[in-house]
Nanobody, 121 residues
Framework: QVQLVESGGGLVQPGGSLRLSCAAS????????MGWYRQAPGNERELVAV???????NYADSVKGRFTISSDYAKNPVYLQMNSMKPEDTAVYYC???????????????WGQGTQVTVSS
């Protein structure tokens, strides 16, 4: 079993910054990709940013130039630095990981419990 634990959400004013972090633990053989999705009320869950073990990144157009994802896979945590935040960034942010488990040696998707991010004055 694999667990993802998130931290760093909260309330921030427009133009402000927050940093989210997520650590994976459990029976992990390797982490293939980690990242963040978000879901605002009434909307579907959407990709924010992901990073592969090789360091390749992919961002939603709406956050390019403002958000930065980083990770040291050797040490596990993945970080999302969010700058120049806007009210439309308000959502529950979910950590995501595609992990190869020790027991199965097969990849599977895992999700964190979610952390609330609110951008408001």
């Amino acid at each position: 079993q694999v667990q993802l634990v998130e931290s760093g959400g909260g309330l921030v004013q427009p133009g402000g910054s927050l940093r989210l972090s997520c650590a994976a633990s459990g029976s992990i053989f390797s982490i293939v990709v980690m990242g963040w999705y978000r879901q605002a009320p009434g909307n579907e869950r959407e990709l924010v940013a992901v990073i592969t073990r090789g360091g390749s990144t992919n961002y939603a157009d709406s956050v390019k130039g403002r958000f930065t994802i980083s990770s040291d896979y050797a040490k596990n945590p993945v970080y999302l630095q969010m700058n120049s935040m806007k009210p439309e960034d308000t959502a529950v942010y979910y950590c995501y990981a595609h992990v190869v488990g020790v027991a199965t040696m097969k990849g599977a998707d895992y999700w964190g419990q979610g952390t609330q991010v609110t951008v408001s004055s």
